[in-house]
């Protein structure tokens, strides 16, 4: 099992931004396949954003649902061992418990293609 820990949420007003981490304890984020899913209340789970790269990690893509394309941004620091995912122009409907996953192999942005996941962070966006 490999421990994946988000942290970085919290309350937001709208408009407002905020930066989630994942961290894997101090081990290797070297998977082909990173990516940030939600899930808000009542609502299945959902794909945010994924990051593809190839296996020397010399290329990569990146995928965003269309409802947080222009305001996230997903990156990964292989020296900090993190994924981040940068959230600007934050919406009330962008509250959701927010999770990182990660799987081998470049896999379409779908949560049934993820093998390890977080436990989530929550983020709330409310005036």
């Known amino acids: 099992q490999l421990p994946l820990v988000e942290s970085g949420g919290g309350l937001v007003q709208p408009g407002g931004s905020l930066r989630l981490s994942c961290a894997a304890s101090?081990?290797?984020?070297?998977?082909?396949?990173i990516g940030w899913f939600r899930q808000a209340p009542g609502k299945e789970r959902e794909a945010v954003s994924c990051?593809?790269?190839?296996?020397?990690?010399?290329?990569?893509?990146?995928y965003y649902t269309d409802s947080v394309k222009g305001r996230f941004t997903i990156s990964v620091d292989n020296a900090k061992k993190t994924v981040y995912l940068q959230m600007n122009s934050l919406k009330s409907e962008d509250t959701a418990v927010y999770y990182c996953?990660?799987?081998?192999?470049?896999?379409?942005?779908?949560?049934?293609?993820?093998?390890?996941w977080g436990q989530g962070t929550q983020v709330t966006v409310s005036s």
């Open positions: 990051i593809n790269s190839n296996s020397d990690r010399s290329d990569s893509s990146t």
């Open positions: 101090g081990r290797s984020l070297n998977y082909d396949s």
């Open positions: 996953a990660v799987a081998w192999l470049q896999r379409p942005c779908n949560m049934n293609e993820y093998d390890y």
